[in-house]
């Protein structure tokens, strides 16, 4: 089988700079390997996602010259539109015995002594996993409705990143048990996504290297789901003067302001720069860089972009 990637935004706000780089790596990885590129659109949260921002997100794709095989305002390729796949998971998962219902708040989680990861993320310490049937009762009338966590073993995850090199976690004691489904019923990202990239038949997934934590949870849990976990690139995030990541409720350099202040080519050029494909930035189609592409120049740390 052939490279199989995938470019999967949240249509939730115009992209900055730091997407489109992911954009361009993932378009790239796919193009020089002669393989395909699946569009698909993260709007689970429908509240805070919209079609519109789909659209426009599409056009600014285009504009920049990186094109898709499949995908896009699709109901097969919308995340809002595959709930049926996310719920046969679920179930799976329930039969293995490895979800359990949680009652706790965010400032409860955030509030217990459990650890923290270094990105400030709770590590859950199992608690409601103790719950007995009796105390679920009482929760559920009060009010509470609980989200659902999946049982994290007591597990080192190794992987082989494309672009990062080696990573691994322990699943109980760096990840712990994590959300699978909402309070709100809503199916959580982490299911979702594994189960989107195996039955889309993605093999490669290029994503930012915010994600790389949220790795060893996914190949776990393609493995626990009988799927082949896919290949992972992640690439440096873009850093901001002052060392903030790039962030659409920043509205920092997103495409609204690029397009007025750059042509398809330079734009593509600075991202280039940025990817360590060209020496410095200048005009380039995404096309004249499909010969010359290489993970090996994809810089692994963070880069601070300097704009004039």
């Not at 089988?1 to 949240?10: I, Q, S």
């Not at 949260?45 to 995908?71: H, I, K, N, V, Y």
């Not at 690439?235 to 903030?244: E, K, V």
């Not at 080519?265 to 600075?270: N, P, S, V």
Request: aromatic residues 10%; neutral net charge; charged residues 25%.
């Amino acid at each position: 089988m052939g490279v199989r990637g995938r470019f999967a935004p949240t249509p939730s706000g115009r992209m900055h700079l730091g997407n489109l780089l992911a954009a361009l790596l993932a378009w790239l990885d796919v193009r020089s390997s002669g393989g395909e590129l699946v569009l698909r659109i993260e709007d689970l949260d429908t509240q805070r996602t919209s079609p519109e921002f789909a659209r426009q997100l599409m056009d600014d794709l285009r504009w920049l010259g990186l094109d898709w095989d499949e995908g896009g305002l699709e109901p097969d390729y919308m995340q809002s539109c595959r709930t049926v796949y996310y719920e046969k998971a679920f179930q799976t998962l329930e039969a293995k015995g490895l979800i359990y219902p949680c009652y706790c708040t965010r400032s409860e989680r955030m509030a217990a002594s459990a650890p923290h990861r270094d990105d400030g993320a709770v590590v859950y310490d199992g608690k409601c996993f103790y719950l007995t049937i009796g105390e679920r009762i009482k929760l559920e009338r009060s009010g509470r409705r609980p989200a659902w966590r999946v049982r994290c073993p007591d597990l080192l995850v190794s992987m082989e990143d494309g672009n990062c090199g080696p990573y691994g976690e322990n699943l109980a004691r760096d990840c712990g048990d994590f959300i699978v489904r909402r309070s709100d019923g809503v199916f959580a990202y982490q299911l979702a996504v594994v189960v989107d990239d195996a039955l889309m038949g993605v093999n490669h997934v290029v994503r930012g290297r915010d994600l790389l934590c949220s790795a060893p949870r996914q190949v776990w849990l393609h493995q626990v789901l009988g799927y082949e976990p896919p290949k992972f690139f992640h690439t440096p995030l873009l850093l901001a003067a002052d060392g903030r990541r790039l962030a659409k409720r920043d509205r920092d350099l997103d495409m609204g302001t690029l397009r007025r202040r750059y042509t398809a080519q330079e734009l593509t050029g600075l991202l280039a720069f940025y990817a360590g494909l060209l020496e410095r930035p200048e005009k380039v189609t995404a096309k004249e860089l499909v010969s010359q592409f290489s993970w090996a120049k994809v810089p692994k740390n963070d880069v601070v972009v300097c704009l004039s």
